[in-house]
């Protein structure tokens, strides 16, 4: 299983590659918003240098001539970069265009298992189903996650289920548990991933023990 870290934040994405299990990057229109950042390219290059896996960049077009022409622009700007474009009819359209080029593409703001389908029979590298944004609506996300897994299985599809929208560790659980390829993963939630109050515990009662018979 790969993670990858949500984030357009350029020092959270160093600390998680010092752990040394970051796999990918995906960033969206609201994350670089966050970091301020208006024009991407740059930013994108930044991100990129990080890390050599995939770095998810998406489009702001919404009609397929634009969508393409932007998707080749993200691509040139790194090796690395994976166009993501929004699970539209424009957006399976433009998926053609860009896989044709060799270009790999996550199909983003997926909601249900016909449109993880579609993205597959597009020809996206990626789909990015997000679990958090259905749970906060009362339905369950990872039920979804569940669905498209059997579905590819079926049929054997190689798109890989980027499990997105994650709001806690029970998430990135419950993605391994059903066999997902990737969890794109919150800096915050990274850092809950290790924790555990046993270990703590552990930590200070093996120092304290050791220290009655360490030599003064
Ligand atoms: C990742 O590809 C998505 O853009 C991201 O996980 C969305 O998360 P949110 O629902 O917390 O905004």
Redesign the pocket.
Known sequence: MKF?I?TANLAEIKEAAAYGFLDGV???P??MAKEGVSEQDEHIKAICALTPGPV?A?VLATEKEAMIREGRHLASLAHNVAV?LPLTMDGLAATGALAADGIKV?L??VFSPLQALLAAKAGAAFV?P?V??LD?VGQDGMALVEEIVTIYGNYGMETEI?V????SPQHVLRSALLGADIA?I?FKVIQQLAGHPLTDKGVAAFLADHAKVAKK
């Open positions: 990858f949500d995906t960033t969206n609201s994350l998810s998406e993501k996550n983003t703001l990015s997000f958090g944004r906060d980027i997105a929208s994650i709001r794109t919150p």
